[in-house]
């Protein structure tokens, strides 16, 4: 049905006047235009990029693939499109996933509403006319009734100011900024910062190509092989005749991810039978080996048990000792986000491979000809930056975000993100947040959290819309409700115990709290059902 707000330009300005702005043009950015035509609405979507995809469309770095299964991994709004898109392989490269976001786009004809290369530098809210009002870099200005950000939960990228960085004469990358026409690392000499995800999948990748690779590992990661394989025709029918069930089954697992998960206390079936168990998973690969106990998140020793099968496995693999040492990591398992790789610690036999441990010494700099650290300068051809992203609040910390009052949102956060659902913020009506922190976010299958939000929002706006409201906005009491069921909930988990990017702890300065909601997908999509079939209860419509 047809939906039309009869929204006015904000006084005083000369702007294009819309209902929905959203910013961001990934899969959250595409589907909410989308969901906003259905209804009838006027939109613009704003995208830094030159293409649609976010995520998919930045991190290009070689070895990029998604580490959820790709025919979960996938939209399910339109039975069509589940049926008509192929997967080739069990975890789709970064360009499968690009090429699969390119198509989307193509078949809703979505690309007419989205502007391009244009970054949002603000958003303000005019109280006077309850509108947004909205400033990019190409200096225009305009106005929504609705504005909906879907800016990404790993799309910010961090660069830790190492001193001299701009002094290096190679050249340097960003495994979240990489060049769209590839770099040839063959004959170079090439330095690595870095061993979470991107680096674990992008180090076998350019260790095959480079004369010599140096890694700097300043914390060791556990991570999985993947076991990654071809799709058989045969597979992807017996998916295509039955999504419906495996969506189902997805839907009512904690992550939304349809994995198998064993409930029982890895401290009650013993060391010995636990690792057959930890065997038989670590053949088949995949996140799915941390669901083979139900505590293994939840108590320390149920975690050693788990940590110390995937170190045997380390020694077993890494040919010289003291090398598996480094590689062994020392915290728990999972509490940093579980890597999926491939070839991954086999790599460290190449004999053009070295490891540098900077965990108790950090990089002192980089030079003008690579890295030094300790007594030694490293000297490289290419320095590649697998640091990571300032995730959950970077993005939006990115754009002035000014709500009622002149308030913005980024001092309203200083110390750590306030949301109600992790979807919007008192003092800044009309705003809506796609996976935003406190909400399960990076904690579940992106793809299905990020349709749920949508379909949430557009039902909210039509709810609007329909009973001539022209304000929504949370209570504060709401929300300080909410956040503190997050952070209860998150003290019962393993994984807000250690410094990573979850708790903030990766860029210097940032407030430590455990932003995703950990309480998991069904629990959260309830809650927000019960919300809004309340009336939106926890929010005040106007
Ligand atoms: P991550 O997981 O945040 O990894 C960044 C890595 O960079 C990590 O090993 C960091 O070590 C390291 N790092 C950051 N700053 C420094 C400095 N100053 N010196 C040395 N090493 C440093 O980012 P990814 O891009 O790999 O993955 C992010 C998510 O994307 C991933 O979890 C998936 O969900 C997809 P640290 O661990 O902080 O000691």
């Not at 786009?105 to 007419?112: K, N, P």
């Not at 960085?165 to 004959?187: A, I």
């Not at 949370?474 to 003290?491: K, Q, S, Y």
């Not at 909601?517 to 926890?538: K, L, S, T």
Request: proline share 5%.
């Amino acid at each position: 049905m047809s939906r039309q707000i009869r929204s006015m330009t904000p006084s005083g300005e000369n702007c294009a006047n819309f209902d929905v702005l959203i910013v961001g043009a990934g899969f959250a950015g595409m589907y909410m235009l989308h969901k906003c035509r259905q209804l009838g609405l006027s939109t613009r979507v704003f995208e830094v990029g030159k293409g649609v995809g976010g995520t998919w469309y930045w991190n290009r770095y070689p070895g990029a693939r998604c580490d959820v299964e790709s025919v979960q991994y996938s939209y399910q709004f339109d039975t069509e499109l589940e049926q008509e898109w192929t997967w080739s392989e069990k975890y789709s490269t970064q360009p499968e996933i690009l090429r699969y976001a390119n198509h989307v786009a193509d078949r809703f004809d979505l690309r007419d509403n989205i502007q391009f290369e244009t970054r949002v530098i603000s958003a303000e809210y005019s109280e006077a006319d309850k509108l947004w009002v909205l400033e990019t870099d190409r200096n225009e200005k305009v106005s929504s009734r609705y504005c909906v950000f879907a800016t990404g939960c790993l799309s910010s990228s961090n660069v830790p100011k190492f001193e001299g960085y701009e002094t290096f004469k190679g050249l340097s990358y960003h495994t979240g900024r990489w060049p769209h026409e590839g770099v040839n690392f063959s004959g170079l000499r090439v330095g690595v910062i870095g061993t979470g995800s991107s680096a674990i999948q992008s180090i076998p990748e350019i260790a095959k190509e480079a004369n010599q690779l140096t890694v700097f590992q300043r914390t060791a990661n556990y991570t999985i092989p993947a076991r990654n394989s071809e799709l058989t025709e045969d597979y992807v029918s017996s998916i295509k005749a039955d999504y419906p069930s495996l969506r189902e089954r997805a839907r009512n697992k904690p992550a939304g991810y349809d994995i198998p998960l064993n409930s029982q206390s890895v401290l009650e079936v013993g060391r010995e039978d636990a690792k057959i168990e930890f065997q038989r998973r670590w053949e088949l690969g995949g996140t799915q080996f941390l669901g083979a106990y139900g505590d293994l998140l939840l108590s320390p020793d149920a975690n050693e048990v788990a940590a110390d099968f995937v170190k045997s496995k380390i020694r077993e693999i890494v040919y010289d000792p003291e090398i598996a040492e480094l590689l062994c990591p020392t915290n728990i398992i999972g509490c940093k986000r579980l890597c999926v790789d491939t070839d991954y610690y086999a790599t460290y036999n190449r004999n053009n491979v070295q490891l540098v441990d900077v965990s108790s010494k950090p990089i002192d700099r980089i030079t003008p000809n690579g890295i030094l650290h300790g007594a030694k300068e490293y000297e490289f051809d290419a320095i590649v930056f697998a640091t990571g992203f300032d995730a959950m609040t970077g993005a939006l910390a990115n754009i002035k975000i000014v709500g009622k009052g002149g308030n913005l949102l980024s001092e309203k956060w200083q110390d750590g993100p306030q949301t109600y659902l992790g979807l919007t913020s008192n003092g800044f009506p009309n705003m809506f947040m796609i996976t935003g922190p406190g909400s399960p976010s990076v904690l579940t299958n992106m793809l299905p959290s990020i349709e749920q939000h949508v379909n949430f929002i557009s039902k909210c706006i039509a709810h609007m819309i329909d009973h001539d409201f022209s304000t929504i906005e949370p209570d504060r009491e709401a929300e300080i409700d909410w956040g503190l069921h997050v952070n209860e909930v998150a003290g019962l988990s393993l994984r807000s115990t250690c410094s990573s990017w979850y708790v903030g702890a990766n860029v210097p300065g940032k407030p430590r709290v455990f932003s995703p909601y950990i309480g998991g997908f069904p629990r959260y999509v309830e809650r927000c059902e019960q919300v809004a079939g309340n009336n939106y209860e926890g929010f005040t419509l106007v």
